[in-house]
């Protein structure tokens, strides 16, 4: 099926993600310089734990931080007059800069929150925020997940790459060149002979179906 599948502009493009479609999460930080090694072994039980263990990341805590923050926004929303919860977690999810958090959480919930359960609450939003990766860095959510989209598509790529070529560093001029020479086909041969024997087979992780962003437009991954 990856040989027949293998065109997105014919018969269409397979991405077969390795062990899984959650593969994308399988980084230890943002920047993670260990992804090239990350392996899983290839026996059902470790699999059935794999899922589980990715949706620890702290990617998923990212991706999910605004359905997050508008439930704990929805159980303090006391007031009459309360703006509505999705336009403060618009406000929220847009701040870029951390200098003065707790103060700009405060004027744009204190209209809506009651002082006493607002003011426990605004240290730990400001360190939830920091958590999910943003405002402390000069981004604002938004900026910030785009960027961390395109990183997890390039180092998918790196990785790719390794495996197809065992080629361990590739520079920013070279990513759109490794993209176009990956051969999805010989990286699935390869993660077949080495996931066979039941016992010492492992599957590198890695995941393809970011690809299809690179392969609409590159110039939004790098």
């Not at 490794?178 to 996931?195: A, G, H, P, R």
Request: glycine residues 2%; contains cysteine.
């Amino acid at each position: 099926m990856q040989r027949y599948f293998s065109d997105m502009t014919d018969m269409g493009q397979l991405y077969i993600n390795y062990p899984m479609i959650e593969s994308y999460l399988h980084l230890k930080e943002q920047n993670d310089p260990e992804y090239l090694e990350h392996k899983v072994d290839a026996n059902l039980q470790v699999l059935r734990e794999y899922k589980r263990t990715v949706e620890k990341s702290v990617l998923r805590y990212t991706f999910e931080f605004p359905k997050r923050l508008y439930g704990s926004l929805m159980i303090r929303f006391r007031k009459v007059n309360a703006n509505p919860c999705d336009i403060c977690c618009e406000k929220i999810c847009n701040i870029s800069d951390a200098s003065d958090i707790v103060n700009e959480l405060r004027g744009i919930l204190e209209n809506s929150i009651a002082h006493d359960d607002l003011e426990p609450f605004l240290p730990a939003l400001s360190q939830r925020i920091k958590r999910a990766g943003y405002a402390y860095n000069g981004e604002c959510y938004w900026e910030h997940v785009r960027n961390l989209f395109k990183r997890i598509i390039a180092q998918n790529i790196w990785r790719a790459n390794y495996i197809q070529s065992n080629q361990h560093e590739i520079d920013d001029s070279q990513y759109k060149t490794c993209f176009e020479q990956l051969d999805l086909v010989k990286i699935l041969q390869v993660q077949n002979t080495s996931s066979r024997d039941t016992v010492t087979g492992f599957i590198r992780v890695l995941n393809t179906c970011v690809f299809i962003i690179a392969e609409y437009n590159f110039k939004l991954v790098l």
